[in-house]
């Protein structure tokens, strides 16, 4: 069974070039989540997803980032313009959100293989 | 004050020994806890979760929690040099959904 896919799995590009970020989610899960992590600042989440729709971008750093999910097995994140301090490594994780009020009921991420930025 | 916590490490112990790792977090209001392992340059993957105070055991690693301490921990006996890697403690908030917040992870090296 396939896991998150995500591509590409490196990307160089210079400032002020736009930069997309592609993920395909676990078949039937309802939720993705896209992540940036660094040295400094650890794991962070930038943009959730539930049922394709967005509910929860407040860790979108600025407007020069945007995520859209047009349809259940795609996503993607672009970046325009690029700056060097976007250089990170970029996660998508998917999971199977189950009703809430379950005790316990938080739902397991799966966690692509990210995508390493690097801007010049 | 940070939202999780952990000891940012290296934390190196003899092959064989017991590995402790601690989180602590600001939420009292959280549900789920989580460890996470992170090998370089790979991507997190789930180890343990846990939901009640006490322990939860799994294999050779026991989580443990403490809500009233805002404490959670992670035990790795008998430690093996595969198990060198950065842990990450993951807490749950009550938002909307239940948003996953990540500590910025303990790096364990194991010494063969």
């Known amino acids: 069974d396939a896991g998150v896919i995500q591509s590409p799995r490196h990307e160089v590009t210079e400032m002020g070039q736009e930069v997309t970020l592609r993920c395909k989610p676990i078949s039937g899960h309802n939720s993705l989540f896209w992540y940036r992590q660094t040295m400094m600042r650890g794991l962070e989440l930038l943009i959730y997803?539930?049922?394709?729709?967005?509910?929860?971008d407040s860790g979108m750093p600025e407007d020069r980032f945007s995520a859209k999910m047009p349809n259940a097995s795609f996503s993607t994140l672009k970046i325009q313009p690029s700056e060097p301090r976007d250089s990170a490594v970029y996660f998508c994780a998917s999971s199977l959100a189950r009703p809430r009020g379950l005790a316990g009921s938080t739902d397991t991420q799966y966690f692509g293989p990210g995508t390493r930025l690097t801007v010049l | 004050q940070k939202e999780v916590e952990q000891n940012s490490g290296p934390l190196s112990v003899p092959e064989g020994a017991i590995a402790s790792l601690n989180c602590t977090y600001s939420?009292?209001?959280?549900?789920?806890f989580f460890w996470y392992r992170q090998y370089s340059g790979k991507s997190p993957e789930l180890i343990m979760s846990?939901?009640?105070?006490g322990d939860k055991e799994d294999g050779r690693f026991t989580a443990q929690l403490n809500k009233a301490s805002q404490y959670v921990s992670l035990l790795i006996r008998d430690s093996q040099p595969s198990d060198s890697a950065t842990y990450l403690c993951a807490v749950s908030q009550k938002t909307s959904y239940d948003k996953v917040i990540f500590g910025p992870g303990t790096s364990l090296s194991v010494i063969p």
């Open positions: 997803f539930n049922n394709n729709v967005p509910i929860d």
């Open positions: 939420d009292r209001g959280s549900q789920s």
């Open positions: 846990i939901y009640s105070n």
